[in-house]
Protein backbone atom coordinates (compact mmCIF):
# COMPACT_ATOMS: atom_id res chain seq x y z
CA UNK A 1 0.00 0.00 0.00
CA UNK A 2 1.68 3.40 -1.11
CA UNK A 3 2.23 5.61 1.80
CA UNK A 4 0.11 8.86 0.76
CA UNK A 5 -2.78 6.45 0.15
CA UNK A 6 -2.26 4.82 3.93
CA UNK A 7 -2.27 8.93 5.54
CA UNK A 8 -5.35 9.12 3.29
CA UNK A 9 -6.75 6.07 5.64
CA UNK A 10 -5.44 7.61 8.48
CA UNK A 11 -7.38 11.40 8.15
CA UNK A 12 -10.06 9.53 7.63
CA UNK A 13 -10.38 7.87 10.38
CA UNK A 14 -9.40 10.68 12.60
CA UNK A 15 -12.35 12.85 11.28
CA UNK A 16 -14.78 9.79 12.10
CA UNK A 17 -12.98 9.73 15.45
CA UNK A 18 -13.97 13.04 15.89
CA UNK A 19 -17.58 12.80 14.69
CA UNK A 20 -16.12 15.24 11.35
CA UNK A 21 -18.09 12.73 8.86
CA UNK A 22 -21.31 10.50 9.77
CA UNK A 23 -21.53 6.90 9.41
CA UNK A 24 -22.95 7.64 5.66
CA UNK A 25 -19.75 8.80 4.87
CA UNK A 26 -20.98 12.86 4.42
CA UNK A 27 -19.35 15.81 6.33
CA UNK A 28 -21.57 16.50 9.20
CA UNK A 29 -21.64 19.94 9.92
CA UNK A 30 -21.71 21.63 13.69
CA UNK A 31 -24.89 21.80 15.41
CA UNK A 32 -26.48 25.63 14.87
CA UNK A 33 -27.04 28.05 17.65
CA UNK A 34 -30.90 28.83 17.22
CA UNK A 35 -32.40 31.34 19.59
CA UNK A 36 -35.82 32.70 20.24
CA UNK A 37 -35.97 36.50 19.89
CA UNK A 38 -39.53 37.57 21.78
CA UNK A 39 -39.83 41.19 21.74
CA UNK A 40 -42.86 43.41 23.12
CA UNK A 41 -43.56 44.14 20.23
CA UNK A 42 -43.37 43.72 16.35
CA UNK A 43 -44.22 46.87 14.13
CA UNK A 44 -43.40 49.63 16.25
CA UNK A 45 -40.05 51.47 14.61
CA UNK A 46 -38.22 50.89 17.83
CA UNK A 47 -38.83 47.19 18.01
CA UNK A 48 -37.60 46.78 13.99
CA UNK A 49 -34.38 48.99 14.89
CA UNK A 50 -33.92 45.60 17.45
CA UNK A 51 -34.44 43.25 15.45
CA UNK A 52 -32.11 44.90 12.72
CA UNK A 53 -29.58 44.52 15.68
CA UNK A 54 -30.42 40.73 16.77
CA UNK A 55 -29.74 39.85 12.87
CA UNK A 56 -26.52 41.33 12.59
CA UNK A 57 -25.38 39.88 15.77
CA UNK A 58 -26.73 36.60 14.23
CA UNK A 59 -24.81 37.23 11.13
CA UNK A 60 -21.42 37.69 13.06
CA UNK A 61 -21.62 34.92 15.22
CA UNK A 62 -23.23 32.52 12.89
CA UNK A 63 -26.06 31.76 14.91
CA UNK A 64 -29.87 31.59 13.41
CA UNK A 65 -32.91 33.60 15.18
CA UNK A 66 -36.56 33.60 15.07
CA UNK A 67 -37.62 37.44 16.39
CA UNK A 68 -41.51 37.43 17.11
CA UNK A 69 -43.35 40.14 18.95
CA UNK A 70 -46.95 40.72 19.62
CA UNK A 71 -49.54 43.03 18.24
CA UNK A 72 -48.50 46.06 20.66
CA UNK A 73 -47.28 46.12 24.32
CA UNK A 74 -50.89 45.44 26.14
CA UNK A 75 -51.18 42.03 24.13
CA UNK A 76 -49.89 39.48 26.99
CA UNK A 77 -51.67 36.80 26.18
CA UNK A 78 -50.47 36.69 22.63
CA UNK A 79 -46.40 37.28 23.90
CA UNK A 80 -47.30 33.78 26.25
CA UNK A 81 -48.22 31.77 23.65
CA UNK A 82 -44.30 32.97 21.46
CA UNK A 83 -43.31 32.02 24.86
CA UNK A 84 -44.45 28.37 25.23
CA UNK A 85 -44.18 28.13 20.95
CA UNK A 86 -40.49 29.17 21.35
CA UNK A 87 -39.88 27.07 24.65
CA UNK A 88 -41.42 23.56 22.60
CA UNK A 89 -38.66 24.43 20.06
CA UNK A 90 -35.83 23.38 22.13
CA UNK A 91 -33.97 26.24 20.93
CA UNK A 92 -30.31 26.70 23.12
CA UNK A 93 -31.41 30.24 24.25
CA UNK A 94 -34.01 32.84 24.57
CA UNK A 95 -34.11 36.38 24.25
CA UNK A 96 -36.96 37.97 25.97
CA UNK A 97 -38.48 41.79 26.88
CA UNK A 98 -41.51 40.55 28.94
CA UNK A 99 -44.61 42.20 29.26
CA UNK A 100 -45.59 40.91 32.26
CA UNK A 101 -43.32 38.27 34.10
CA UNK A 102 -45.62 37.28 36.59
CA UNK A 103 -48.57 35.71 33.70
CA UNK A 104 -45.25 33.99 32.11
CA UNK A 105 -43.66 32.54 35.25
CA UNK A 106 -44.84 29.09 34.11
CA UNK A 107 -43.15 28.96 31.01
CA UNK A 108 -39.97 30.71 32.68
CA UNK A 109 -40.01 27.30 34.94
CA UNK A 110 -40.54 25.33 32.12
CA UNK A 111 -37.64 26.82 30.32
CA UNK A 112 -35.35 26.58 33.27
CA UNK A 113 -36.19 22.92 33.95
CA UNK A 114 -35.23 22.12 30.11
CA UNK A 115 -32.01 23.93 30.53
CA UNK A 116 -32.66 26.44 28.30
CA UNK A 117 -30.92 29.85 29.12
CA UNK A 118 -33.23 33.17 28.87
CA UNK A 119 -31.74 37.20 28.49
CA UNK A 120 -33.85 39.64 29.42
CA UNK A 121 -33.83 42.59 26.84
CA UNK A 122 -35.36 45.96 26.75
CA UNK A 123 -36.72 46.64 29.89
CA UNK A 124 -35.91 42.55 30.87
CA UNK A 125 -38.32 40.21 32.96
CA UNK A 126 -38.35 42.13 36.07
CA UNK A 127 -39.33 39.86 38.92
CA UNK A 128 -38.24 36.66 37.23
CA UNK A 129 -37.01 33.44 39.82
CA UNK A 130 -33.87 33.65 40.64
CA UNK A 131 -31.14 32.15 38.64
CA UNK A 132 -34.19 32.09 35.51
CA UNK A 133 -32.28 35.17 33.94
CA UNK A 134 -28.66 34.86 32.74
CA UNK A 135 -28.05 38.49 31.96
CA UNK A 136 -30.26 41.88 30.45
CA UNK A 137 -29.19 43.66 27.48
CA UNK A 138 -30.73 47.11 28.14
CA UNK A 139 -30.13 50.73 28.85
CA UNK A 140 -29.00 52.43 31.85
CA UNK A 141 -31.61 54.63 32.20
CA UNK A 142 -29.69 56.92 35.08
CA UNK A 143 -26.95 56.81 32.81
CA UNK A 144 -29.10 58.29 29.99
CA UNK A 145 -30.86 60.47 32.26
CA UNK A 146 -27.26 61.96 32.94
CA UNK A 147 -26.08 62.19 29.35
CA UNK A 148 -29.60 64.89 28.91
CA UNK A 149 -27.57 66.86 31.01
CA UNK A 150 -24.13 66.52 30.44
CA UNK A 151 -25.15 68.10 26.93
CA UNK A 152 -27.41 70.72 28.60
CA UNK A 153 -25.26 71.61 31.28
CA UNK A 154 -22.53 73.75 28.98
CA UNK A 155 -25.33 76.02 27.62
CA UNK A 156 -26.74 77.05 30.96
CA UNK A 157 -23.33 77.81 32.41
CA UNK A 158 -23.68 81.59 31.18
CA UNK A 159 -27.25 81.38 32.08
CA UNK A 160 -26.49 81.52 35.69
CA UNK A 161 -25.41 85.00 37.12
CA UNK A 162 -27.06 86.76 40.51
CA UNK A 163 -30.22 85.79 40.35
CA UNK A 164 -30.92 82.24 41.03
CA UNK A 165 -32.68 80.97 38.11
CA UNK A 166 -34.98 77.56 37.64
CA UNK A 167 -35.09 74.21 35.63
CA UNK A 168 -37.71 72.10 35.47
CA UNK A 169 -38.26 68.46 34.60
CA UNK A 170 -41.42 66.59 33.65
CA UNK A 171 -41.20 63.06 34.39
CA UNK A 172 -44.53 61.27 33.34
CA UNK A 173 -44.68 59.21 36.43
CA UNK A 174 -42.97 58.44 39.73
CA UNK A 175 -43.63 54.80 40.41
CA UNK A 176 -42.01 53.22 36.54
CA UNK A 177 -38.52 52.29 37.27
CA UNK A 178 -37.57 53.35 33.77
CA UNK A 179 -38.78 56.63 33.65
CA UNK A 180 -37.59 57.76 37.53
CA UNK A 181 -34.04 56.45 36.87
CA UNK A 182 -34.03 58.74 33.55
CA UNK A 183 -35.67 61.32 35.90
CA UNK A 184 -33.21 61.21 39.02
CA UNK A 185 -30.58 60.57 36.66
CA UNK A 186 -30.75 63.74 34.55
CA UNK A 187 -31.26 65.55 37.93
CA UNK A 188 -27.86 63.47 39.85
CA UNK A 189 -26.18 64.90 37.08
CA UNK A 190 -27.17 68.32 36.88
CA UNK A 191 -26.58 68.67 40.87
CA UNK A 192 -23.02 67.41 40.66
CA UNK A 193 -22.11 69.38 37.38
CA UNK A 194 -23.02 72.58 39.04
CA UNK A 195 -21.35 71.79 42.71
CA UNK A 196 -18.16 70.87 40.63
CA UNK A 197 -18.65 74.88 40.14
CA UNK A 198 -19.34 75.71 43.68
CA UNK A 199 -22.84 76.55 43.03
CA UNK A 200 -25.85 75.62 45.55
CA UNK A 201 -28.87 73.36 44.11
CA UNK A 202 -32.02 73.13 45.52
CA UNK A 203 -34.49 69.92 44.35
CA UNK A 204 -37.88 70.91 44.95
CA UNK A 205 -41.35 69.70 43.56
CA UNK A 206 -42.18 65.74 44.05
CA UNK A 207 -40.81 64.22 47.42
CA UNK A 208 -39.69 61.05 45.87
CA UNK A 209 -36.17 63.59 44.17
CA UNK A 210 -36.03 66.41 46.57
CA UNK A 211 -32.85 67.01 48.44
CA UNK A 212 -32.49 68.32 51.19
CA UNK A 213 -31.42 72.02 49.98
CA UNK A 214 -33.76 74.47 51.14
CA UNK A 215 -35.04 76.70 47.66
CA UNK A 216 -34.33 79.65 49.58
CA UNK A 217 -30.23 79.01 49.97
CA UNK A 218 -29.74 78.29 46.15
CA UNK A 219 -28.77 79.73 43.39
CA UNK A 220 -30.46 76.96 40.67
CA UNK A 221 -33.58 75.35 41.56
CA UNK A 222 -34.48 72.36 39.71
CA UNK A 223 -38.47 71.80 40.04
CA UNK A 224 -39.84 68.08 39.09
CA UNK A 225 -43.31 68.20 37.94
CA UNK A 226 -45.33 64.88 37.30
CA UNK A 227 -48.85 65.15 36.62
CA UNK A 228 -51.82 63.45 38.56
CA UNK A 229 -52.58 61.31 35.28
CA UNK A 230 -51.12 60.55 32.09
CA UNK A 231 -52.95 62.17 29.36
CA UNK A 232 -51.99 65.30 27.66
CA UNK A 233 -54.07 67.65 29.27
CA UNK A 234 -52.48 66.70 32.63
CA UNK A 235 -48.56 66.82 30.93
CA UNK A 236 -49.39 70.58 29.30
CA UNK A 237 -50.52 72.02 32.76
CA UNK A 238 -47.51 70.33 34.52
CA UNK A 239 -44.88 72.12 31.94
CA UNK A 240 -47.49 74.89 31.24
CA UNK A 241 -46.75 75.41 35.58
CA UNK A 242 -42.75 75.56 34.84
CA UNK A 243 -42.50 77.16 31.48
CA UNK A 244 -44.73 80.40 32.48
CA UNK A 245 -42.30 81.27 35.62
CA UNK A 246 -39.86 84.01 34.68
CA UNK A 247 -36.79 82.54 36.27
CA UNK A 248 -36.93 79.25 34.19
CA UNK A 249 -34.06 78.56 31.92
CA UNK A 250 -34.73 74.92 30.93
CA UNK A 251 -36.50 72.02 30.79
CA UNK A 252 -35.96 68.77 30.65
CA UNK A 253 -38.85 65.96 29.20
CA UNK A 254 -37.49 62.88 30.49
CA UNK A 255 -39.64 60.49 27.54
CA UNK A 256 -41.95 61.19 24.63
CA UNK A 257 -45.12 61.69 26.42
CA UNK A 258 -43.65 64.35 28.64
CA UNK A 259 -41.23 65.83 25.57
CA UNK A 260 -44.28 66.58 23.99
CA UNK A 261 -47.00 68.01 27.09
CA UNK A 262 -43.51 70.82 27.00
CA UNK A 263 -44.45 71.15 23.25
CA UNK A 264 -47.73 71.32 23.95
CA UNK A 265 -47.46 74.14 26.60
CA UNK A 266 -45.45 75.51 24.60
CA UNK A 267 -48.22 76.06 21.78
CA UNK A 268 -46.91 73.81 19.31
CA UNK A 269 -44.33 75.55 17.36
CA UNK A 270 -45.60 79.12 16.97
CA UNK A 271 -44.62 82.17 19.27
CA UNK A 272 -42.11 79.90 21.08
CA UNK A 273 -40.79 80.39 24.30
CA UNK A 274 -38.35 77.11 23.37
CA UNK A 275 -35.19 77.90 21.65
CA UNK A 276 -31.29 78.04 21.75
CA UNK A 277 -31.79 82.20 23.06
CA UNK A 278 -34.77 81.36 25.20
CA UNK A 279 -35.68 78.45 27.32
CA UNK A 280 -33.54 75.23 26.73
CA UNK A 281 -35.52 72.20 25.89
CA UNK A 282 -34.11 68.97 26.00
CA UNK A 283 -36.17 65.33 25.44
CA UNK A 284 -35.60 61.56 25.95
CA UNK A 285 -37.35 59.43 22.95
CA UNK A 286 -37.46 60.18 19.42
CA UNK A 287 -41.06 60.55 18.27
CA UNK A 288 -41.86 62.67 15.30
CA UNK A 289 -43.06 65.37 17.19
CA UNK A 290 -39.98 65.60 19.22
CA UNK A 291 -37.77 64.95 16.30
CA UNK A 292 -40.04 68.16 14.49
CA UNK A 293 -39.03 70.08 17.50
CA UNK A 294 -35.55 69.28 17.17
CA UNK A 295 -34.91 70.16 13.26
CA UNK A 296 -36.87 73.76 14.13
CA UNK A 297 -34.88 74.44 17.43
CA UNK A 298 -37.71 74.29 19.42
CA UNK A 299 -35.72 71.98 21.46
CA UNK A 300 -31.85 72.08 21.76
CA UNK A 301 -31.57 68.38 21.38
CA UNK A 302 -32.65 64.91 22.66
CA UNK A 303 -31.32 61.43 24.05
CA UNK A 304 -32.49 58.40 22.35
CA UNK A 305 -32.21 54.79 23.15
CA UNK A 306 -29.66 52.61 21.00
CA UNK A 307 -32.20 49.78 19.73
CA UNK A 308 -30.00 47.99 17.39
CA UNK A 309 -27.50 47.71 20.26
CA UNK A 310 -29.87 45.94 22.97
CA UNK A 311 -30.61 43.92 19.93
CA UNK A 312 -27.37 43.19 19.14
CA UNK A 313 -25.87 42.59 22.74
CA UNK A 314 -29.61 40.47 23.60
CA UNK A 315 -28.81 38.08 20.93
CA UNK A 316 -24.57 38.12 21.59
CA UNK A 317 -25.45 36.93 25.31
CA UNK A 318 -28.06 34.55 24.28
CA UNK A 319 -25.69 33.15 22.17
CA UNK A 320 -22.75 33.43 24.83
CA UNK A 321 -24.97 31.42 27.33
CA UNK A 322 -25.82 28.77 24.89
CA UNK A 323 -22.50 27.91 24.44
CA UNK A 324 -22.06 27.68 28.76
CA UNK A 325 -20.15 31.31 28.95
CA UNK A 326 -20.74 32.89 32.11
CA UNK A 327 -22.58 35.83 31.25
CA UNK A 328 -23.37 39.81 32.66
CA UNK A 329 -25.86 42.67 32.55
CA UNK A 330 -24.81 44.94 29.29
CA UNK A 331 -25.73 48.40 29.46
CA UNK A 332 -26.52 49.02 25.32
CA UNK A 333 -26.19 53.09 26.11
CA UNK A 334 -27.31 55.96 24.93
CA UNK A 335 -26.99 58.90 22.04
CA UNK A 336 -27.40 62.46 21.88
CA UNK A 337 -28.84 63.86 18.91
CA UNK A 338 -29.59 67.21 18.01
CA UNK A 339 -30.12 69.38 14.29
CA UNK A 340 -26.79 69.25 13.51
CA UNK A 341 -26.87 65.23 13.28
CA UNK A 342 -30.36 64.05 13.56
CA UNK A 343 -29.76 63.03 9.85
CA UNK A 344 -26.93 61.54 10.02
CA UNK A 345 -26.46 57.57 9.10
CA UNK A 346 -25.58 56.87 12.75
CA UNK A 347 -28.35 58.58 14.25
CA UNK A 348 -31.43 57.75 11.72
CA UNK A 349 -31.39 54.45 12.21
CA UNK A 350 -31.73 54.96 15.91
CA UNK A 351 -34.84 57.17 16.04
CA UNK A 352 -38.15 55.49 16.04
CA UNK A 353 -41.77 57.21 16.38
Not at 13 to 38: D, K, M, N, W
Not at 41 to 68: M, P, R, T, Y
Not at 98 to 123: C, Y
Not at 137 to 158: I, K, R, V, Y
Amino acid sequence: MKKSFKLAIAAFASLLTLGGVSSTGFVAHAEETRVEVIAKGFQHDFWKAVNKGAEKAAGELGAKINFVGPQNETAIAEQLEQLNNAINKNPKAIALAALDTEAELDAINMALSKNIPIIGFDSGVPGAPEGAIKATASTDNHAAGGNAAEHLFPMLEGKVKDKPVRIGVISQEANSLSITQRTSGFIDKMVELFEKKGVKVAVVGHDKFKNNVAEADAKVIIEVRVPAQVDDAAGKTEASTVLEKEDTIAIYGSNEFAAKAIINANGGFSESKLGADKILAVGFDSGALQQDAIRKGIFVGSVTQDPIQIGYQAVKLAVEAAQGKEVKDVDTGSKWYDAKNIDSDEIKALLYE
